[in-house]
């Protein structure tokens, strides 16, 4: 089996060597589309630096980091998909996940590592900060109509988020949402959460359906690890009736009387870091 797989391995390095990318010559090599993105990634990674050491170049990190985005991480299917389809267009991505114990257990922690473990091929490697999100939760639920818990739960993500964002100096946020899918996913529930931040909202799935969606879930290997139950922090408190076409002037009035500021200051200081590596 051992020899198999290595004559495999030597067959996607000298096909990749010799065609490139040309999926005709390596769709047949028997290695996971992970491992062959990963082999793609570091061939081309050795051929930049022999580029540049031979034109006596140094490679541009700052230039690099000009591309950089904070993506919300969830446990589900959208926002790995979400990741996939971003990096392609060279955005490099710092990871947001919002963490809420006891509701949510540590198995669903773990699981959203093992999906950025899982997207390492096709994004580098990341950073996950994980967000405390119990405390703003509860007071959503303490002080607020519960009509608006979501859209005011996902305008804290976004207040976070945007925090990270300025940290890093990333040039954007981005989303796994997709137009109608849930009812936060209305038009109108979209402008209502991404009011809370300047920073422009990259929304790669936006116009694409749930087939789509999963089909390329399915191609960068995430799916099977996306659907494992354990529930993240949005199935937290999730109202009966949720408002669908949410008014902008209700909402800020009905998160007025929480401690906007206070709530995230004590998140992003208890937040946790972990590092993705090849």
Not at 147 to 155: S, V
């Given at each position: ?40 990634g570091l061939l081309g990674t050795v051929f930049l630096l022999l580029f540049l050491a031979v034109r006596r170049q140094n490679l541009d990190l700052p230039a690099i980091r000009k591309n950089l985005g ?82 005011i739960m996902r305008r804290f993500m976004m207040r976070i988020s945007q925090r990270v964002a300025d940290q890093v100096k990333a040039k954007a946020l981005v989303t796994g949402e997709n137009l109608g ?98």
């Amino acid at each position: 089996v051992k020899s198999v797989e290595m004559q495999s391995k030597l067959k996607l390095m000298a096909s990749l060597c010799i065609f490139g990318t040309i999926s005709l010559f390596v769709r047949n090599i028997a290695l996971g589309s992970g491992l062959i993105a990963l082999s793609r990634g570091l061939l081309g990674t050795v051929f930049l630096l022999l580029f540049l050491a031979v034109r006596r170049q140094n490679l541009d990190l700052p230039a690099i980091r000009k591309n950089l985005g904070i993506l919300l991480l969830s446990g589900g299917i959208d926002s790995p998909v979400s990741s996939y389809m971003i990096a392609k267009r060279g955005v490099k991505l710092e990871m947001v996940h919002f963490f809420s114990p006891p509701y949510t257990s540590d198995e669903a922690k773990e699981k959203v590592l093992s999906l950025a473990k899982l997207l390492v091929p096709w994004c580098g490697r990341l950073t996950v900060q994980i967000v405390p999100f119990t405390e703003i939760q509860e007071e959503i639920r303490r002080n607020c109509p519960e009509e608006f818990f979501t859209l005011i739960m996902r305008r804290f993500m976004m207040r976070i988020s945007q925090r990270v964002a300025d940290q890093v100096k990333a040039k954007a946020l981005v989303t796994g949402e997709n137009l109608g899918q849930v009812a936060s996913q209305t038009m109108e529930a979209l402008r209502v959460t991404e009011d809370v931040v300047d920073l422009p909202v990259l929304r790669p799935l936006i116009g694409m359906d749930k087939e789509e969606i999963v089909r390329l879930s399915r191609k960068i290997g995430t799916f099977d690890t996306s659907i494992l139950p354990y529930e993240d922090c949005c199935t937290v408190f999730t109202p009966r009736h949720p408002r669908t076409k949410p008014n902008l002037d209700e909402v800020r009035e009905a998160e007025a009387v929480l401690d906007i500021e206070g709530l995230i200051d004590r998140a992003m200081t208890n937040r946790e870091f972990v590092r993705i590596k090849f």
